[in-house]
């Protein structure tokens, strides 16, 4: 853990991510005049470049930020939405026509519009203070000259050859020798087409000012070169999760369609503080949710456990089973769609309610609520899941197994994570950003382009009517999920967050418990023994849901374990560290302290400053 002072001389912030690549690049970008907006953006571009089976260009990331200063922004939580919509012609009618029940999670057919691009470079443009070049410098060279490839990457690649071999011609001869072996951990690779990709983007950043040439860049993505080799690709068919080969919906217009948009976010108070998160398009509101039912039960009031690194068998049980309701709300009532009742599923009754449905015992069916007396429907394939679907290379949540381990799956299936970046500024400005999608894994490599399509469309449902339906130009509930938080009685700001599909609102429970409740300072909270349940559906294909599971890292503690499994979880022990990635930043004006943490597990997180 870094903790430093931004009125020293020297002084130039905090940056904490999931590659110490990134974090270092966004550090340089501190140390050379640039603000938290700067340095988020420069560790953006570079994730897609060292984490390319987590996140890529092809892929979303929402942004939940807050500007420091003075002006009509400062000190207020604001979300940018970086997460793409479905094609134009990305209809339920399409999919029927196709004879898929689900959409799959691999391939072409689930590809929304690439929204990391155009969220990165409009906050930069918006809110940054350094032209495209000095950000992007970092992607380029470690692309164009190499980069030590993570194991895990080389093991991804390694899990997927026969089917690129075989399948994704275009994605072999990225990622595989001219023999067909896989890349080897530790050896430099590089990524010549990516490379070229983004000096193409900054040849065309031309223009009188910063922000016309970022502009201008926004265009070449949206509607020039890339849009251009995107809209030919999507054409040509390719073998997905159905064992058939399918062409894409995604065209050039759709990109020339769409820009990310700043949003208000969803607030919730637990305890003074000021919780935000990004809207229902996003499953956020769940962590709230949670948290709105947790703060009536005894075992979690103010000071208990104060300074345990190891909680009670109450503490998870109660989170355990306050996760299950917030999620059950999510699949009934969670959308791109306007009509969501936020106000009424925080509403203090309605959590009250849901509250009492908590019992000693594990509960073993979703339990959506009925906000305003509305009842709760959900999709057919969660009230009779007796489809049966395959599963291939690629497919899966992208996240650790649900035992924590990050390995290649007897299937074959290759799970990695999702990325994470938090940045904090000498000036005030925090940030934190979850980017993800454009797997390397799930949909083959554009050539030309050098990155490949994310699949996050796997999350609509093919039901009609629900507020997570398929419709053109919606975003489909995505499970990425930044948070920012705010003490109102110090003014401390608080940025965080962590890979891991629908475990990251869980995770971050059990850091932001650790945290505010026992009183573990930041690194503490993160080291923390973590859990999570998977007794709600995936938002990945297909679909899954696991009655009753719950996995526990071992440090738990065989009591507690003992004691959970009496309750009527089924407990699953993963290794001591394995669950979560998270990292975060801190700026307290009442001390005049910043604060950065990251994650040991995995041995690849990093956080640094000065």
């Known amino acids: 853990m870094f903790t430093t002072r931004p009125e020293l001389a020297g002084t130039f912030g905090m940056v904490a991510s999931t590659h110490w690549l990134a974090s270092s690049a966004g550090m340089a970008t501190l140390e050379a005049g640039g603000n938290a907006f700067d340095a988020a953006v420069a560790a953006g571009f570079v994730l897609h470049v060292v984490e390319p089976h987590l996140n890529g260009p092809g892929g979303e990331v929402p942004v939940v930020f807050a500007r420091g200063g003075s002006g009509g922004l400062a000190g207020r939580a604001a979300v940018l939405s970086g997460q793409g919509v479905a094609p134009a012609t990305a209809t339920i009618e399409a999919f029927e026509a196709l004879g898929l029940e689900l959409v799959p999670g691999t ?23 350094l032209p495209l070049d000095a950000v992007l410098r970092y992607a380029i060279e470690y692309a164009e000259s190499g980069h030590p490839l993570s194991p895990r990457v080389a093991a991804t690649v390694a899990s997927v050859s026969e089917h690129f071999s075989t399948h994704w011609p275009t994605s072999a001869a990225t990622w595989l020798a ?3 072996a896989p890349p080897e951990a530790g ?7 990516l490379a070229s990709t983004y000096r193409r983007l900054l040849d065309a950043a031309r223009g009188p000012s910063r922000e016309a040439g970022i502009d201008a860049a926004l265009a070449a993505w949206y509607s020039g070169f890339v849009a251009d080799a995107i809209d030919v690709f999507s054409r040509r068919p390719v073998r997905d999760d159905s064992g058939r080969d399918h062409a894409g919906f995604l065209t050039g217009h759709d990109l020339a369609s769409w820009q990310p948009t700043y949003e208000p976010p969803v607030t919730t108070d637990w305890r003074g503080w000021d919780v935000s998160k990004a809207g229902p398009w996003s499953q956020g509101p769940a962590l709230l949710q949670a948290l709105a ?5 005894p075992a979690l009031a103010p000071g208990s456990g104060a300074g345990q690194q190891t909680p009670s068998a109450e503490v998870v049980h109660a989170t355990v089973e306050a ?5 059950g709300d999510r699949e009934a009532w969670y959308g791109d769609v306007p009509d969501v009742p936020i106000p009424q599923l925080l509403d203090p009754q309605y959590t009250a309610g849901r509250r009492a449905l908590v019992g000693d015992t594990a509960s073993l069916t979703l339990r959506p609520g ?7 429907r959900l999709p057919r394939h969660v009230t009779d899941p007796s489809g049966s679907f395959a599963t291939g290379a690629g497919v899966g949540e992208p996240t650790v197994a649900r035992t924590g381990e990050h390995i290649t799956e007897a299937d074959g299936t290759t799970r990695g994570d999702t990325c994470h970046v938090d940045v904090v500024d000498r000036w005030g400005n925090i940030v934190s950003a979850t980017p993800s999608g454009g797997w390397l894994q799930s949909s083959p490599t554009i050539p030309e382009l050098g990155f490949c399509l994310g699949t996050r469309a796997q999350m609509f449902w093919l039901d009609r009517g629900l507020p997570n339906s398929l419709a053109p130009r919606k975003r489909p509930r995505t499970t990425l999920t930044p948070t920012l938080a705010q003490d109102r009685s110090t003014g401390r700001w608080l940025a965080f967050g962590t890979p891991g599909g629908d475990q990251q ?20 909270a993160i080291d923390a023994p973590a859990w999570h349940t998977t007794s709600f559906p995936s938002s990945f294909y297909p679909r899954e849901t696991v009655a009753g599971e719950v996995v526990v890292e071992s440090r738990l503690g065989e009591e507690v374990i003992a004691d959970l499994r009496r309750r009527g979880h089924t407990v699953v022990v993963a290794d001591p560290w394995s669950l979560g990635r998270l990292s975060a930043v801190s700026a307290d004006p009442s001390t005049g302290l910043l604060t950065a943490a990251a994650n040991p597990r995995g041995m690849q997180g990093y956080a640094v400053g000065r």
Do not use: I, Y
């Open 323 to 327: 996760v299950k309701l917030a999620m």
């Open 187 to 193: 050896r430099l690779f590089r990524n010549p087409a």
């Open 178 to 180: 001219a023999d067909g």
């Open 505 to 524: 609102e869980q995770w971050q429970l059990c850091f932001w418990l650790a945290h505010t409740v026992r009183g573990l300072d930041l690194q503490a």
């Open 107 to 129: 391939g072409l057919l689930a590809a929304t519009v690439p929204g990391a691009v155009g969220a990165w470079l409009t906050l930069l443009r918006d809110h940054g203070s």
């Open 370 to 376: 009925a906000p305003d007396g509305r009842p709760p």
């Open 293 to 297: 039912m947790l703060d009536g039960v």
